[in-house]
């Protein structure tokens, strides 16, 4: 099973809402072209390229209504491409009636909401270098991807909806030599295997950040006293990194609350710690819609290192860098977690807020 991409319900950004201290639609538009999304301009190119793009954006600001319009979002719309009209409110009535569409009003920093963490993995899998697997290694608790230069571990990921998974049958050895950006693209399928190795895949292309400072993501300087902090997972010692934290548990324990809980408690908290887990098992999009104005932080050596999650939500990606590969891929062989191979790498973060790495 593959799973499509969710249509976005048309959006009109209003001109007059684009102020200083905004940051720029453009650099938005900027950003997905930068990271491989392919984005269609009107009046700027030709309408019947729609169904070739990610995006249609439509200036409407910049001159008038286009010629091509209604067959460009024809063609849009009838393959699922994302529609996003920029213009002003004069205009909102007229386009609405014309093209029988009810757009959503956005803001410029409502944009990444929109687009929507959903689209997170795709961005990964585009961006995920076709380098040799020169290795493959299946533990108990943990995967490694490797190539000649880099190692992708990943949690092993178990149905959320108590059913077990249905068993897969994959030979390591089969995968040798296969590009990463193809084992990637089992990101577009549900929890299992096939998903788990594509998120190591993600990580072992992944360059190590130049700028990532150490720590395991679990201590906070900040502290909200009438906003609680949530944690999707329980970690070793939360008691003493994070008292008082409210832990919700696909498993829970006789002091924390089932995954079912997320609706009742991740909105509105003051602080979202997530274990990586969440994304091999597919269910981090739905906490990150929940987690509307919550900073979240994305903790564990499965974290993809990469600056481009900020932008679908995630303020801090507290992850690992392996230092001794033998070392940790023995541990996890012989079915080892973190508390054995941690000792051979580097526990590291970056944060939205740290300047940006040079590489």
């Given at each position: ?25 453009a650099?938005?538009?900027?950003r ?31 001159a ?20 996003l009209f ?7 009535t ?67 909806s ?12 089969d995968?040798v ?10 990101l ?8 788990t ?6 990580n ?41 934290a ?35 098992n ?78």
């Open positions: 099973m593959i799973f499509p991409l969710p249509r976005l319900q048309p959006g009109w950004l209003l001109s007059e809402t684009v102020e200083r201290e905004h940051p720029s639609f650099a938005f538009l900027q997905l072209s930068n990271n491989r999304w392919q984005v269609l301009r009107l009046p700027y190119a030709a309408p019947e390229f729609s169904r070739q793009s990610d995006l249609l954006f439509i200036d409407l600001a910049a008038g209504i286009p010629d091509g319009l209604d067959e460009a979002v024809e063609n849009a719309l009838k393959n699922a491409v994302p529609v920029h213009g002003p409110a004069a205009l909102i007229q386009i609405s009636r014309r093209l029988r569409l009810s757009p959503m009003l956005l803001k410029p920093d409502d944009l990444p909401r929109w687009w929507g963490p959903e689209r997170m993995d795709e961005e990964l899998i585009r961006n995920t270098p076709p380098l040799p697997v020169t290795s493959v290694t299946l533990g108990r608790y943990w995967a490694i991807v490797e190539t000649r230069g880099s190692m992708g571990l990943a949690s092993m990921a178990h149905s959320t108590g059913i077990p998974d249905q068993p897969e049958t994959i030979d390591p050895q995968l030599g296969e590009p990463l950006s193809t084992l990637a693209e089992g577009r399928t549900p929890v299992g295997l096939r998903r190795l594509a998120c190591a895949a993600v072992a292309g992944m360059a190590p950040p130049s700028n990532a400072l150490q720590g395991d993501g679990l201590l906070s300087g900040t502290v909200t006293p009438d906003r609680p902090t949530v944690i999707v997972g329980r970690f070793p010692a939360l008691q003493s990194k994070r008292p008082g409210i832990v919700l548990e696909m498993s829970p324990g006789p002091e924390d609350l089932p995954a079912e809980a997320a609706p009742h408690v991740i909105p509105g908290a003051g602080d979202l710690v997530v274990t990586a887990s969440a994304w091999c597919g269910t981090l999009s739905g906490l990150l819609r929940l987690a509307t104005n919550v900073p979240v932080t994305l903790v564990g050596p499965g974290t993809p290192l990469s600056p481009a999650l900020h932008a679908y939500g995630i303020k801090t990606l507290a992850g690992f860098i392996a230092i001794d590969r033998d070392a940790i891929r023995s541990v996890i062989a012989n079915g080892g977690g973190v508390k054995a191979f941690k000792e051979f790498g580097r526990q590291v973060l970056i944060s939205a807020e740290q300047p940006a790495s040079s590489q």
